[in-house]
Structure formats: C-alpha cells, structure tokens
C-alpha cells in the first residue's frame, strides 16, 4: 500500500510539475505541494469516511452495541460451556436482526414504502415464528420450495 502512495504521489508530481512550471510555477508548485502534504497525512487509519444516512447510523449503532455485548458473553462462559455459550450468541444475533428490521422498517414508513414495509414485516414474523421440524422455513412470508 506504501509504495502504491508513494508510487502515485510520484506520477502526480511528475506530471503536474511541468504544466505548474508553464503556467505559473508559484500557484501550481504551492498547489501540489498542498496535495503531497494531504496525502502523506492521510493514512489508513485516518481515513475521511463518507456520511452516512440516519438509518445506516442507527444499524451501525446496533451492530456495535451486538458486538460489545457478544465479546461479554465470550468472556462470561467457560470454554467448557460451549453449547450455552453458542445459545445466548444465537440468541443474541436473533434480538439485533430484530432491532436492525424494526429500524428498517420505521425507515420504510416514514419514507411511504407500503411494499418494503410489508416484507421487512413478514421478515419479522419468520424470525419471531418458529419452524416447523422437517418442514419448509418460510422466507420473507413465502415458503421455500
């Protein structure tokens, strides 16, 4: 990754040097020294990250907390308790499916999208309804073939 930056920076350089030395050296060379400094200070764990939307926020707030709370569990069993440990996760990525649904779906209906609110809905009802043993699971309110 290193030498990619460093490799452009170089093709950058390179190639705007000489149009900034034809037209007027002080504002080009001042300009890409600008860029050389940006990039240099632009490392991968400072990177800008676009915005996102409200409800995105709001999932992500989600699935951070879910992770927390997973990391906890982890700790909180003994590696002897492998089957109880292996319940409460499931348990647990079963009640942050539900809340990430219940943010689309209030998303959904604020934004007027009768027919996506009706199958994050029927989402909902699949994981809130157990499946038959040895029968089809429905998926999104339809039964699988």
Do not use: W
Not at 110 to 123: C, K, M, P, V
């Amino acid at each position: 990754m290193k030498r990619f930056i460093i490799i452009t920076m170089g093709l950058i350089c390179f190639l705007t040097t000489g149009s900034a030395l034809a037209t007027d050296p002080g504002a080009k060379l001042t300009q890409v020294a600008g860029i050389h400094a940006k990039n240099a200070r632009q490392t991968p764990g400072n990177l800008e990250i676009p915005a996102t939307s409200p409800m995105l926020t709001e999932i992500q707030a989600v699935m951070d907390s879910a992770r927390v709370r997973e990391s906890r569990l982890r700790l909180e069993y003994a590696p002897d308790q492998t089957a109880e440990l292996a319940l409460a996760v499931a348990e647990l990525k079963k009640t942050t499916r539900l809340q990430v649904l219940d943010i689309q779906l209030r998303f959904a209906r604020q934004d007027g999208r009768t027919h996506l609110e009706r199958r994050i809905r029927a989402s909902i009802e699949d994981l809130l309804r157990p499946a038959a043993p040895g029968g089809p699971r429905p998926v999104g309110g339809f039964v699988a073939d």
